[in-house]
């Protein structure tokens, strides 16, 4: 562990190394063992832990704090031991910032993490780019919007998801092959709902075909709100599928609306949407007619099905989560809230905590922000444990590429290999 301060020359003077004997001795008698304590690594942490989409940031952070629990007890980084500094922003841009800044100037967090969501995460990139000479950089955010995976933010970005134009272009070209050719889509009115727009938009215009109808909602409805005249809006122009780039709360009052209007269109989401949480809100108003409701529903996922148990990152993944039952702080639990066993979203954190802590190894002890760009560039076919490697590079700032896709059977979500059942 390193204490001492590095001077003009780079190497440790006198005075900076009797201040480190001091701090060593003064460290072993508050710790009464005479040892040294381990090195604190702070990751800071921006997202919704409130409002209508809170389940995105708390599933998002039990999921990682499932691995980053078993790393610090299994000792992977050594000594040195992983803490997060989570900050609620309620999914919201202002908040977001203002977490940054905060974390960066007075908490000094090494690096930025598992942020939640494209307006949030689109306003923090100046802040990245404002802080680039003291290498800071943003890992694995929830969003696969463009601005971060392109120049000039995509220096200071590290993504491990796919993006949400591989996403829409995954649900368009599919449904296409099946016959589903009058496409039209439900979207957020922001930043995030014009990412999955001109996805859509630009698969069907290579296949020389257009949105049908388009109609939108703002960010922050609730599963209470009404969605009846963008159901009849949508409806009117009688389309063979609709695609929903949203929050859960909203697409799941979406869904609802269009189903209890008798409205039986396939609908596809975005993995964005908290599937699992969507689910769960279908189930509570749905009750006997839950198959009505979820019939024809799909989703697009970036991290395999919780249920693929014949991958070991899987298996990992439901034996940690079940092994530390993680939960927020204290601070962040304003509002009610029941954690799920398993998630699509916590397990995407849970492979972005994994992901972190082999890049932290990697650096092995030597944490020099300078460093941590090229130790991440030089990552080649990780086995993360999902049968796909992870690969990053100069100029490739994103981990993976594979969509999956999952439907409702059962009242369960369940992975989707064949297309063939929604042919029209």
Known sequence: ??????????????????????????????????????????????????????????ELYRGALAYINYANQQRLLGEDHLVVLARDDGYQPGPAVQNTIDLVEKHRVFLLFNYV??????????????????????????????????????DFVFNLRPSYLQETKGLVENLLRVGRRRIAIFYQADAY?????VGVHRTLAAHGLKILAEATYHRGARFSDSFQQQVDILRRSRPDAVISVGAYAACAGFIRDARAA???????????????????????????QLRRYTQGLIVSQVVPSYQEVSLPAVVQYRRLMDRYQPRIPSELATEPYRPLRYSFVSMEGFLNAKMLVKILSL?????????????????RDYDIGIGVPVNFGPGRHQGLDRVYYTTVRGGKLVPMRDWRKWRK
């Open 262 to 288: 008798g409205w039986e269109v396939p609908i596809a989401n975005l993995s964005f949407v908290d599937s699992d949480n969507l689910l769960r809100l279908l189930k509570k108003t749905a009750g006997t």
């Open 117 to 154: 969501g494209t307006p949030t995460v689109t306003r923090v990139l100046p802040l990245l780019k404002m802080f680039s000479k003291s290498h800071l950089f943003l890992l694995f955010p929830f969003t696969g919007a463009e601005p971060q995976r392109r120049l000039p933010y995509r």
């Open 363 to 379: 650096m092995k002890g030597d944490l020099r922000r300078e460093r941590l760009r090229r130790v991440i560039e030089g990552v």
């Open 193 to 197: 709902g014009r990412s999955g727009w």
């Open 1 to 58: 562990m390193r204490f001492w301060q590095l001077g003009a020359a780079g190497k440790p003077g006198r005075r900076s190394l009797a201040a480190a004997a001091v701090a060593l001795w003064l460290l072993g008698l508050v710790s009464g063992a005479g040892t040294a304590a381990a090195r604190e690594i702070k990751i800071g942490m921006s997202a919704a832990f409130s409002g209508p989409s809170r389940a995105l940031g708390i």
